[in-house]
């Protein structure tokens, strides 16, 4: 095994709905529950409970939103 690979990000399933508030998204695609999204970086929200940035990351690698979850709106990590 090459030291030097690259480590794929982690993936989660989305467990909760997420407020328009807290996505964006180029095509319209809307997050729903069972969604595998790509974790990024990690956050403490204004209420002092932890957060992710997270992605929808299509099968053509192509992304279909970015969402801000609270830690409690992800399942634990899943393999690829």
């Known amino acids: 095994m090459d030291m030097f690979a690259m ?5 989660a399933l989305l467990i909760a709905e997420i407020p328009p508030s807290r996505f964006t998204s180029p ?3 809307k997050p ?3 969604d595998v999204v790509q974790l990024d970086q ?3 929200f204004p209420d ?8 929808l ?3 053509d690698g192509q992304f279909g939103y970015e969402a801000m979850v609270y830690d409690s709106e992800i399942g634990p990590d899943i393999e690829a």
Not at 7 to 11: A, H, I, M, Y
Not at 48 to 55: A, D, H, M, T
């Open 48 to 55: 002092g409970e932890p957060g992710c940035l997270v992605y």
């Open 27 to 29: 095509d319209g695609t």
């Open 42 to 44: 990690g956050f403490t």
């Open 7 to 11: 480590k794929k990000p982690p993936l």
């Open 57 to 59: 990351v299509r099968e």
């Open 32 to 34: 729903k529950i069972g």
